[in-house]
Nanobody, 123 residues
Protein backbone atom coordinates (compact mmCIF):
# COMPACT_ATOMS: atom_id res chain seq x y z
CA UNK A 1 0.00 0.00 0.00
CA UNK A 2 1.50 3.28 -1.13
CA UNK A 3 1.79 5.89 1.58
CA UNK A 4 2.99 9.46 1.20
CA UNK A 5 3.52 11.63 4.26
CA UNK A 6 4.29 15.34 4.00
CA UNK A 7 5.98 17.35 6.70
CA UNK A 8 7.75 20.67 7.19
CA UNK A 9 4.86 23.07 6.81
CA UNK A 10 4.32 25.96 9.16
CA UNK A 11 4.06 29.71 9.57
CA UNK A 12 6.72 31.92 8.03
CA UNK A 13 7.06 35.61 7.26
CA UNK A 14 7.08 36.88 3.70
CA UNK A 15 10.54 36.52 2.21
CA UNK A 16 11.34 33.53 4.39
CA UNK A 17 12.03 29.91 3.53
CA UNK A 18 10.64 26.48 4.30
CA UNK A 19 11.59 22.99 3.22
CA UNK A 20 8.83 20.45 2.81
CA UNK A 21 9.47 16.73 2.85
CA UNK A 22 7.45 13.85 1.42
CA UNK A 23 8.35 10.44 2.78
CA UNK A 24 7.19 7.54 0.62
CA UNK A 25 6.62 3.90 1.44
CA UNK A 26 4.83 0.93 -0.06
CA UNK A 27 6.33 1.18 -3.53
CA UNK A 28 9.73 1.30 -5.16
CA UNK A 29 10.25 5.02 -4.72
CA UNK A 30 13.05 5.31 -7.27
CA UNK A 31 10.76 4.02 -10.03
CA UNK A 32 8.04 6.67 -9.60
CA UNK A 33 7.63 10.25 -10.73
CA UNK A 34 6.91 12.61 -7.85
CA UNK A 35 5.16 15.97 -7.72
CA UNK A 36 4.00 18.80 -5.48
CA UNK A 37 0.57 20.42 -5.72
CA UNK A 38 -1.10 23.01 -3.53
CA UNK A 39 -4.64 24.03 -2.75
CA UNK A 40 -6.34 27.01 -1.20
CA UNK A 41 -9.85 26.55 0.27
CA UNK A 42 -12.46 27.22 -2.37
CA UNK A 43 -10.00 26.87 -5.26
CA UNK A 44 -8.87 23.98 -7.38
CA UNK A 45 -5.68 22.17 -6.56
CA UNK A 46 -2.81 23.54 -8.65
CA UNK A 47 0.44 22.04 -9.87
CA UNK A 48 3.65 23.35 -8.29
CA UNK A 49 6.38 21.14 -9.69
CA UNK A 50 7.47 17.60 -10.48
CA UNK A 51 10.58 15.46 -10.69
CA UNK A 52 11.08 12.37 -12.79
CA UNK A 53 11.76 8.98 -11.25
CA UNK A 54 15.54 9.30 -11.57
CA UNK A 55 15.69 12.99 -10.73
CA UNK A 56 17.05 13.98 -14.11
CA UNK A 57 14.02 15.91 -15.28
CA UNK A 58 12.15 18.60 -13.39
CA UNK A 59 9.27 20.85 -14.22
CA UNK A 60 7.88 23.88 -12.37
CA UNK A 61 4.89 26.09 -12.78
CA UNK A 62 5.71 29.68 -13.69
CA UNK A 63 4.81 31.27 -10.38
CA UNK A 64 7.47 29.32 -8.46
CA UNK A 65 10.31 29.29 -10.98
CA UNK A 66 13.46 30.69 -9.44
CA UNK A 67 12.03 30.46 -5.92
CA UNK A 68 11.19 26.78 -5.35
CA UNK A 69 13.34 23.73 -6.00
CA UNK A 70 12.43 20.06 -5.96
CA UNK A 71 14.88 17.33 -5.11
CA UNK A 72 14.64 13.67 -4.23
CA UNK A 73 16.69 11.14 -2.34
CA UNK A 74 16.38 7.74 -4.00
CA UNK A 75 18.62 6.07 -1.46
CA UNK A 76 17.13 4.54 1.66
CA UNK A 77 15.52 7.86 2.64
CA UNK A 78 12.90 7.53 -0.13
CA UNK A 79 12.01 11.18 0.28
CA UNK A 80 11.20 14.10 -1.97
CA UNK A 81 11.81 17.69 -0.92
CA UNK A 82 10.46 21.10 -1.85
CA UNK A 83 12.77 23.96 -0.93
CA UNK A 84 10.75 27.16 -0.91
CA UNK A 85 12.58 30.48 -0.83
CA UNK A 86 11.29 34.01 -1.17
CA UNK A 87 7.88 33.00 0.10
CA UNK A 88 4.96 35.30 -0.57
CA UNK A 89 1.55 35.52 1.14
CA UNK A 90 -0.02 34.11 -2.03
CA UNK A 91 1.99 30.91 -1.48
CA UNK A 92 -0.24 30.17 1.51
CA UNK A 93 -1.92 26.82 0.87
CA UNK A 94 -2.02 23.18 1.80
CA UNK A 95 0.81 21.47 -0.05
CA UNK A 96 0.38 17.89 -1.24
CA UNK A 97 2.85 15.43 -2.65
CA UNK A 98 1.87 12.87 -5.25
CA UNK A 99 3.39 9.96 -7.12
CA UNK A 100 2.74 7.79 -10.14
CA UNK A 101 4.39 5.35 -12.48
CA UNK A 102 6.55 7.32 -14.95
CA UNK A 103 5.10 9.21 -17.88
CA UNK A 104 5.60 12.66 -19.38
CA UNK A 105 5.96 15.38 -16.74
CA UNK A 106 3.66 17.48 -18.93
CA UNK A 107 0.81 15.25 -17.77
CA UNK A 108 -0.64 16.22 -14.41
CA UNK A 109 -2.55 13.09 -13.44
CA UNK A 110 -1.13 11.35 -10.38
CA UNK A 111 -2.21 8.15 -8.70
CA UNK A 112 -1.17 8.46 -5.08
CA UNK A 113 -1.53 11.42 -2.73
CA UNK A 114 -0.42 12.47 0.71
CA UNK A 115 -2.60 14.13 3.33
CA UNK A 116 -1.06 17.57 2.91
CA UNK A 117 0.84 20.03 5.05
CA UNK A 118 -0.22 23.61 5.71
CA UNK A 119 2.06 26.48 4.69
CA UNK A 120 1.09 29.94 5.87
CA UNK A 121 3.03 33.03 4.81
CA UNK A 122 2.34 36.22 6.73
CA UNK A 123 2.81 39.65 5.23
Amino acid sequence: QVQLVESGGGLVQAGGSLRLSCAASGHTFSMYDMAWFRQVPGKEREFVGAVSWGGGEKRYTDFVKGRFAISRDNTKRNTMYLQMNGLKPEDTAVYYCASRFPRSLLLLDYDYWGQGTQVTVSS
